[in-house]
T-cell receptor, first 112, second 111 residues
Framework: SQQGEEDPQALSIQEGENATMNCSYKTSINNLQWYRQNSGRGLVHLILIRSNEREKHSGRLRVTLDTSKKSSSLLITASRAADTASYFC????????????FGAGTRLFVKA | DAGITQSPRHKVTETGTPVTLRCHQT?????MYWYRQDPGHGLRLIHY???????DKGEVSDGYSVSRSKTEDFLLTLESATSSQTSVYFCAIKDNQETQYFGPGTRLLVL
């Protein structure tokens, strides 16, 4: 099974609403990252949160990390149709950070 | 986009034939990765490299080999392609801030 698992698998909201996606993982991590993928394209890095951090912001993005629960959430505020994409959490394992394990993703659809 | 390209972008091949995919970077980053992406599985790590001639296996390495003879090139080889290797393959590089940058992907169809 995947190290990182996103929830929900799919999410449909209206433009202007907030979108929340969750990620759970199984083993200790060095850091956790969120990526976005538009259809047919490569993944694009959104934000990184380290294991000793609890919350980070970047523009309309807010990421939280709870290492005791081995979970993270990504909040997109005031969503736009252009936010329609798949979102993946990625866990970087161990102190070396060599391996990054991606979850299966959440498909977000923002209706205009 | 970061300076990372993949070739070919699309490939159709027959079962049993060898296939080599190329990833090229202009960023001089030490770490390079090969992933495959399949519906319902997200991205799965095939192999990665942490320097010239230094490579290691990922979670789905069976049937794949890699080589890195130069910093800028990371090759993925399917020695004898099977239909289960039909997928979209992504190469990525990692910078010193732990961020990965992805190539545009290669769509491989094995008939």
């Amino acid at each position: 099974s995947q190290q990182g698992e996103e929830d929900p698998q799919a999410l449909s909201i209206q433009e202007g609403e907030n979108a929340t996606m969750n990620c759970s993982y199984k083993t200790s991590i060095n850091n956790l990252q969120w990526y976005r993928q538009n259809s047919g394209r490569g993944l694009v890095h959104l934000i990184l949160i380290r294991s000793n951090e609890r919350e980070k912001h970047s523009g309309r993005l807010r990421v939280t990390l709870d290492t005791s629960k081995k979970s993270s959430s990504l909040l997109i505020t005031a969503s736009r149709a252009a936010d329609t994409a798949s979102y993946f959490c990625a866990t970087v394992l161990g102190t070396g950070g060599f391996k990054t394990i991606f979850g299966a993703g959440t498909r977000l659809f923002v209706k205009a | 986009d970061a300076g990372i390209t993949q070739s070919p972008r699309h490939k159709v091949t027959e079962t049993g034939t060898p296939v080599t995919l190329r990833c090229h970077q202009t960023e001089n980053h030490r770490y390079m990765y090969w992933y495959r992406q399949d519906p319902g599985h997200g991205l799965r790590l095939i192999h990665y490299s942490y320097g010239v001639k230094d490579t290691d296996k990922g979670e789905v390495s069976d049937g794949y080999s890699v080589s890195r003879s130069k910093t800028e090139d990371f090759l993925l080889t399917l020695e004898s392609a099977t239909s289960s290797q039909t997928s979209v393959y992504f190469c990525a590089i990692k910078d010193n801030q732990e961020t990965q940058y992805f190539g545009p992907g290669t769509r491989l169809l094995v008939l």
